[in-house]
């Protein structure tokens, strides 16, 4: 049987929850490490479960700190987080720069589309867009200005994670063990 809390792991949940405590500190809206930490761990862990666990355990926590409650909101996030996750374990399969932008990438515009759609739900039912294929529009195109934020964050916080943890894993190789 395979040892779960190995020097990996806790190398990997570290990184997680610097990341984490990063939300706390973003430059601009929807700048942060939320997909990223979803593609890092799906990518890395070794237990499936644990892969999705940790880091849906490091939104849970960071968004009752923030104050994030909203059901229909943080359900279309947590949507997005477990789907980000599955595109991580596409990455976890062949580590490269290119699946990771590729992933990083995949992964906002899911973000986008899914949030932005239960946006257009909740605030279509209180009268700010009409609940048309136009008041839909409407919605994606208010939007863009966060989509540009959330691939820039996904992107520069992915190449952190990944690039941290593949420089320590050749700098000390008991990561991979």
């Known amino acids: 049987m395979k040892k779960v809390f ?5 190398t990997i949940t570290a990184l997680i929850a610097v990341a984490a405590i ?6 601009a809206p929807n700048f942060t490490p939320i997909a990223a930490i979803a593609l890092f761990g799906a990518a890395y862990f070794s237990r499936k479960s644990i892969a999705f666990l940790i880091p849906l355990a490091a939104l849970a926590i960071t968004n009752i700190w923030l104050g994030a409650f909203d059901l229909l909101t943080m359900a279309a996030v947590y949507i997005s987080f477990i789907l980000a996750g599955v595109i991580g ?5 062949k580590v490269s720069v290119t699946r990771v932008i590729g992933g990083a990438l995949a992964s906002s515009v899911v973000f986008f589309l899914i949030t932005n759609f239960a946006a257009w739900i909740w605030l279509g039912g209180i009268g700010l867009y009409p609940m048309t294929m136009e008041g839909l529009m409407m919605c994606y195109t208010a939007g863009l200005p966060f ?12 190449g952190v994670l990944f690039g941290t943890y593949e420089f320590a894993k050749h700098r000390f190789p008991a990561l991979t063990r």
């Not at 990063?22 to 430059?27: E, Q, V």
Request: no cysteine; proline share 4%; charged share 15%.
């Open 89 to 93: 374990l596409w990455i976890g399969k």
């Open 6 to 10: 190995t020097n990996s792991f806790f």
């Open 22 to 27: 990063a939300r706390f500190f973003t430059p």
């Open 147 to 158: 989509f540009r934020n959330e691939i820039l964050g996904t992107l520069v916080y992915s």
